[in-house]
């Protein structure tokens, strides 16, 4: 995504709340692991139901299980 200091890259995962309350703090550790990140975010974002612009568009796909 372009924003107004540059590019900007956004991953995302998505499951249950119990799965991300899993997964956010593994992604944390990662994140950690291999040097950190600069000028970013991590956010949780919750919501009740999809909400699509266009027919076309992709969905990401929604994790089964989150493996330690």
């Known amino acids: 995504m372009e ?3 540059g590019e900007v890259e ?6 249950t709340r119990k799965m ?5 703090p593994k992604v944390i550790t990662y994140l950690t692991a ?4 600069v000028q970013s975010s991590v956010k949780e974002e ?6 699509m612009s266009s ?3 992709v969905l990401p ?3 089964n299980t ?3």
């Open 3 to 5: 924003k107004l200091f």
């Open 20 to 24: 991300i309350r899993q997964l956010l």
């Open 46 to 51: 919750r919501i009740i139901r999809w909400w």
């Open 61 to 63: 796909s929604v994790i």
């Open 34 to 37: 291999v040097g950190g990140v």
């Open 10 to 15: 956004i991953f995302t995962a998505q499951g």
């Open 55 to 57: 027919p076309e568009l």
């Open 66 to 68: 989150v493996e330690s």
